[in-house]
């Protein structure tokens, strides 16, 4: 409906002001609020290898951490849960083709629809990541665990779950 009425609105404003293809909208220009000294730090924050830039957890805040400091709230997040365990040989690609082949032999015997083991099948497996969110409304809370499984091999089979 919306779209609707725009194509609408579009068309007769063609028609009022007689548009042509040549004809331009004039923008208004954009100006910069920030001086030249404001980007220049903005820059040397983004650079620093020394420095880690993350959302926070609520609120839409950017939090700026040392790199030490948040490896080592990563570290003590993955040691303190019971809930993580070092694997020894993580090998996404490995684990995909024996998905892979699961599936194949299952669609095979008609077990699975086509269309569906097309889809489960991992096209480029890769390794889960783990990062954390920092907290900054907690005191003594740093992060909240993320594991982000976006393209490992069990990513769309979970999503049947």
């Known amino acids: 409906m919306t779209f609707l009425y725009h194509l609408v609105t579009l068309r007769y404003l063609a028609y009022l002001t007689a548009w042509s293809p040549s004809y331009q909208i004039q923008r208004s220009r954009v100006h910069n609020n920030l001086s030249n000294d404001d980007w220049a730090l903005i820059n040397n924050i983004k650079k620093n290898p020394n420095l880690i ?17 948040y490896r080592e709230e990563c570290m003590h997040q993955l040691q303190a849960c019971r809930h993580y365990r070092r694997l020894i040989n993580d090998q996404p690609q490995e684990v995909g083709d024996k998905v892979a082949k699961y599936l194949r032999t ?56």
Do not use: W
């Open 53 to 69: 830039i993350k959302p926070a957890d609520k609120g839409g805040a950017l939090v700026i951490m040392d790199q030490d400091k």
């Open 106 to 161: 299952c669609k095979v015997n008609k077990e699975i629809h086509s269309r569906i083991t097309d889809y489960l099948i991992p096209k480029a497996p890769r390794k889960a990541l783990f990062y954390i969110l920092p907290k900054i409304h907690k005191v003594n809370n740093l992060g909240h665990r993320i594991i982000s499984a976006n393209e490992c091999p069990m990513e769309k089979n979970l999503s049947l779950c």
